[in-house]
């Protein structure tokens, strides 16, 4: 009984090994077989500028060439996200999202409305931050800077307290809707963080006050900032991610020439969820999505596109990373004093903005 | 965005429908009567396929979503929807939306007449009326989205007009509280395809200004100021007013312009409508119901009075 | 009448300049893609794009189905209409002013809450239903030029007269619609073709709504994020209306003229 125990036991062991050996090889072939059976994913909110989305598609396209990749609203902020899921609840077309790509702050209140399916990528362990369920994990992260087009803007602002200065008037805008779009909440969240000193419990409302200062002395743009408007003169500064920024300053290719600054105080880190839909009418393909973004090859894609990737610290250790990306990456230790501020202090933060920025600021185009 | 061809039908003969009528007759009389009765039928079945494609996507869609501002979450018949319409923000939409609407028609319409007049009547060269004509022609179907980027071009920050002005005439007109991106800037955009639309309304209507009157008022004494207001605008205001009234209907439905101009963030009907149907960001769903109901109120007795005043000035036009 | 004439070549100048300005600036804008030197680069990228044959295909190809649904469903009903139920005209016309009263976001809001996959006509369950969708919709935005240009083509010609012609010589009502009406008004069918190409290319709230792969969304997608390509987009875009006018007018000196017109 014992050695058959025994031998029960290191055989289990030895499977044991075997799986977690292969636990960064490819996904089952069931689920390959029945994404391919549905033959179509509707991501959304991919912006093929944002993180290298577009160069994790193509890959993804290249991978398995029979799911069809419908691209939906590449546009849309977080809440436009969550808010495609609950207007498609009946609708299993192609107008409905499989996954979303949505602001950290956003993953638990849509977890308790139920609109996530949850799901563990066989590379889940290596995740640092998650929904211990599955619900929703942590793709990427940036920290937040001023991307300025230099062209016109002469004298680059270095810190939040620059932008309110005189000759900046109308130049700065946010990069997204902050009633509604991740990157302009946490925005308003890093300004208030550094005119309070880090004190994390006044940085909503600081931060809400800091933007009534800039509307009031005519610096602020109600514009959403983009690669169209900051090189159009419209928005010469917007408040961005660094790796959108980055981005935006190769397209552009120096015409016009854009320097990208991370502010020297409130330096915030913010990182994008994953999540599939509950209501996704391709539920095996969003699967397999999963999967291969969080793959080797997946989050490689990411560093290309200037974002640490989810499982950054584990490839790093594993030496999976080519040295020419890592010092493509900004600097290291902007990232070290960077902030992470945690799921209570972004759920504060954005009931406060979501909610505060109409009466406090109320900045609209006229 | 729209082109209408009313003006130019309306100038033209109409086949004598008498000549017609007597031929179907003719047609029905060769048929025995029995058959006659049976043929009435068979002709209703000939218009079937258009009015089933009719009914099912534009009929029905249309009464859904009147029918649908008038549904409570239950079921039930409401007019609570109508009400939240009256909430300050969506006030506010509707206000920028009319305000826009009016102040582009107005001006469309007042550029419009002038160029319309200049071309018909300002003793111009006969040769310039064709191109005018065909490139308002072109122009009003310019709207939307490359609009938006052509005004971008001319008036942003670094447009070609701004540039200009700036080099060659030292004003900075950004400096002096100009904003393409505003109401004024939404209203100078528009007005691209409303002057067009107002040239081709208007000259079919102008044409039929005869040169006897002008002559007969002048030999009756009357400065040409006198003329214009007693005779002139008289007859001419139906069209005018009805070409105002389309104008308006037009501005205010029109989406791509506005929403490729600005982002969402000009807070007009069409675009809050749009968000609404992309993700309920009014957070009640009836409300887009009743939000997409106001706009074919609005749109609806726009256009209505249109065709009203277009009957009317028709009268004129024989 | 001289003062009349100044005022009148400055009226038709300002006009000049207001239109001009922004046709120049876009081309102008197009052509700095390079830093200090005009190119074609904006134009080079566009045209490369695959994203843009993409979708500009598929707006073609959308525009031609449209076209052909709309001339099968708009010549035999406007034919049917003016030979037997004269008295429908003014019902007839009322229906295709609807689409021009009711604003196309409302209209497709319609269809989305129509046609969605719990109805009783899923249209919106699939691709291909969608795309169907879709081009019924532009049809619908088609319909009220394309039946004023077949109604003004028909009203030239004598229907009457042929349609009893071609009966007596044996012909059923296919042929009659196919071989002796349509040629008639090949004409008119051919600008409000070209006129309802126009419309279905540049159009946007439809297509966006649906979150189909049009034109109308690319060019608005890339006008959010990308500096020059937009205006180069804008250009190629105006260029094709205008071609599509031109040949409007071109195809127009062919109409028969009505045998009773005044000028």
Redesign the interface.
């Known amino acids: 009984m014992l050695r058959s125990t025994g031998k029960i036991l290191s055989l289990s062991a030895v499977v044991l090994m075997a799986t977690s050996a292969i636990s960064h090889a490819e996904p089952s072939e069931e689920l390959i077989a029945a994404a391919k059976a549905e033959g ?1 994913f509707s991501p959304i909110a991919l ?3 944002w993180c290298g989305w577009e160069g994790i598609l193509a890959g993804f396209k290249a991978k398995y060439p029979e799911i069809t990749l ?1 691209e ?5 902020g977080s ?2 996200e ?3 899921i ?2 498609n609840k ?6 409905a999202p499989d996954m979303v790509d949505v602001g950290l702050s956003f993953g638990p209140a849509a977890t308790k409305e139920g609109l996530f399916l949850p799901y563990k990528v066989e590379t889940f362990d290596g995740i640092d931050v998650k929904d211990p369920d599955g619900h929703w994990y942590g793709g990427y992260y940036g920290v937040l800077s001023f991307e300025v087009n230099t062209d ?1 803007v002469k004298n680059v602002p270095q810190d939040w307290e620059d932008l309110l200065k005189p000759e900046y008037a ?1 130049s700065v805008a946010l990069a997204g ?1 902050p009633r ?1 779009a991740n990157q302009a909440i946490l925005s308003v969240y890093a300004a208030g963080l550094a005119a309070s000193g880090g004190d994390a419990a006044k940085a909503p409302q600081a931060g809400l006050d800091f933007f009534k200062k800039l509307n009031d002395a005519g610096n602020f743009v ?3 900032g ?3 408007s ?5 928005t ?1 500064i917007v408040i961005r991610w660094d790796y959108n920024a980055l981005a935006d300053r190769d ?2 290719a ?2 016009p020439p854009v320097e990208v600054v991370v502010p020297k105080s409130g330096v915030l880190a913010g990182v994008y969820a994953q999540a599939i839909s509950a209501y996704a009418p391709h539920p095996n393909a969003a699967k397999l999505w999963m999967e291969y973004i969080y793959s080797d090859e997946g989050q490689l894609g990411f560093l290309k596109g200037y974002c640490h990737p989810a499982r950054f610290n584990q490839l790093v250790a594993e030496g999976k990373v080519p040295q020419e990306i890592l010092d493509k990456l900004p600097p290291a230790e902007l990232y070290k004093q960077a902030i992470f501020p945690s799921l209570e202090e972004q759920d504060a933060n954005k009931n406060a903005v979501t909610g505060g920025w109409d009466s406090v600021v109320g900045a ?3 | 965005m729209r082109r209408r061809q009313g003006g130019a039908s309306a100038s033209t003969k109409r086949v004598r429908m008498t000549f017609t009528t007597g031929e179907a007759n003719i047609l029905g009389a060769t048929l025995p009567a029995p058959t006659a009765r049976r043929q009435f039928s068979f002709a209703w079945l000939g218009v079937m396929p258009f009015l089933l494609f009719a009914l099912l996507f534009l009929i029905l869609p249309t009464m859904k979503i009147v029918v649908g501002s008038f549904q409570s979450n239950e079921g039930g018949f409401t007019l609570a929807n109508i009400a939240n319409l009256f909430q300050p923000s969506i006030l506010a939409a509707y206000w920028i939306s009319i305000k826009i609407s009016v102040a582009s028609a107005l001006l469309g319409c007042f550029v419009g007449f002038l160029i319309a007049w200049a071309m018909v009547l300002g003793g111009l060269p006969g040769w310039l009326r064709s191109p005018i004509l065909t490139f308002s022609g072109v122009a009003s179907n310019f709207a939307g989205i490359p609009l938006a980027f052509a005004f971008l071009a001319t008036f942003g920050r670094l447009g070609l007009v701004t540039l200009i002005l700036r080099d060659w005439f030292d004003i900075n007109i950004y400096g002096l509280g100009f904003n393409l991106l505003s109401f004024g800037g939404l209203t100078l955009t528009y007005l691209f395809f409303q002057i067009p639309l107002t040239v081709l309304i208007i000259t079919p209507a102008l044409d039929g200004m005869r040169r006897e009157w002008r002559e007969a008022a002048s030999m009756l004494g009357a400065t040409g100021f006198q003329y214009w207001r007693i005779v002139a605008l008289p007859i001419l205001w139906p069209s005018l007013l009805g070409t105002f009234a389309l104008l308006f209907a037009n501005s205010f439905g029109a989406v791509a312009t506005a929403y490729a101009l600005t982002g969402s963030s000009l807070s007009i009907v069409p675009i809050l409508l749009f968000a609404q149907i992309r993700g309920d960001v009014l957070q009640d769903p009836h409300l887009g119901y009743a939000l997409a109901f106001g706009m074919i109120v609005i749109t609806g007795i726009a256009n209505f009075i249109y065709i009203w005043l277009r009957a009317r000035s028709e009268r004129w036009v024989k | 009448m001289r003062a009349n004439r100044i005022w009148s070549w400055l009226f038709v100048a300002l006009g000049i300049l207001y239109f001009a300005f922004p046709l120049v600036g876009t081309l102008e804008f197009s052509l700095k893609m390079r830093r200090g030197a005009y190119s074609l680069d904006a134009y080079a990228v566009v045209l490369g794009d695959p994203r843009f044959q993409q979708t500009f295909g598929y707006s073609v190809l959308m525009a031609l189905a449209t076209i052909v649904v709309g001339v099968l469903l708009v010549v035999p009903t406007a034919y049917w209409v003016r030979l037997k139920l004269p008295r429908w005209r003014p019902f007839m016309e009322f229906i295709t002013l609807l689409p021009l009263v009711i604003p196309p976001i409302v209209i497709v809001f319609g269809y989305i809450r129509l046609y969605n996959t719990s109805s009783w006509l899923p249209l919106t369950g699939s691709a291909m239903g969608t795309n169907i969708l879709l081009m019924f919709g532009y049809v619908v935005l088609a319909l009220p030029y394309m039946y004023r240009a077949v109604d003004t083509g028909l009203r030239a010609i004598d229907i009457a007269t042929l349609t009893e012609a071609a009966q007596s010589l044996g012909a059923g009502w296919v042929t009659i619609l196919a071989r002796v009406i349509l040629p008639n008004v090949a004409v008119a069918v051919l600008s409000g073709a070209f006129l309802t190409f126009a419309i279905v290319i540049g159009e946007f709230v439809m297509a966006a709504l649906l979150s189909r792969p049009a034109f109308g969304p690319y060019m608005q997608l890339l006008g959010a994020n990308r500096a020059y390509e937009p205006a180069a987009l804008a250009v190629i875009a105006f260029a094709i209306t205008w071609a599509c006018m031109a040949l409007i007018q071109v195809v127009s000196r062919f109409a028969p003229k009505p045998p009773e017109q005044q000028h």
């Open positions: 179509m912006p093929h500028d419908n939906l609203n590449p546009d849309a809440a436009d969550i808010e495609a609950k207007a009946d609708n299993k077309g192609p107008q016109i109308n809707d509604a109600p514009v959403i983009k690669a169209a900051l090189a159009q003169g419209t010469p397209t552009l120096g015409n609209n185009v006229e």
